[in-house]
């Protein structure tokens, strides 16, 4: 059994938490994901190869779950882990003024699906805000080598 979330660690600010337990729910071991900023992990999934794939949200722009974008806002991230933990791979994805993941799924045909709102017009979300205070609702579809 596995759980995911957050933690304050003293130096790190806020970083993701991955932790693996028994059948008492004794911990077997924790590992931490993240930067120098707010990184937290809400979203757990089996992939079809036996991996993991965690997903959530991170405001870093360094560390182990920071792929490229230098956006200072909130970015959706998703790591695909073996079951002791390792990072097999990562993908962070958003725009300017932050984005949240609110869904995730992994589809009998072996996809990823995640749905969720933003608040950016930009990068990845290149599209003109309709939505209620520039916040619009976004699906995406990625395999599960994170393709779109």
């Not at 071991?29 to 930067?35: H, K, P, R």
């Not at 956006?71 to 003024?97: D, H, L, P, R, W």
């Amino acid at each position: 059994m596995y759980g995911v979330g957050r933690e304050w660690r003293p130096g790190r600010d806020v970083d993701a938490i991955f932790i693996k337990f028994d059948q008492q729910l004794d911990t077997l071991w924790t590992t931490y994901f993240g930067g120098t900023d707010f990184d937290d992990l809400e979203f757990i999934r089996e992939l079809p190869n036996g991996n993991l794939l965690l997903a959530g949200t991170t405001s870093s722009n360094d560390g182990d779950v920071w792929y490229g974008h230098t956006y200072s806002a909130q970015e959706i991230c998703m790591v695909e882990v073996t079951t002791q933990g390792q990072i097999v791979k990562g993908k962070t994805f958003g725009g300017g003024n932050g984005s949240m993941i609110q869904d995730l799924d992994i589809g009998p045909d072996g996809m990823i699906y995640m749905a969720g709102m933003t608040n950016a017009a930009d990068s990845d979300f290149t599209h003109p805000s309709f939505g209620f205070l520039n916040a619009d609702v976004w699906f995406a579809k990625y395999d599960t080598a994170f393709n779109k």
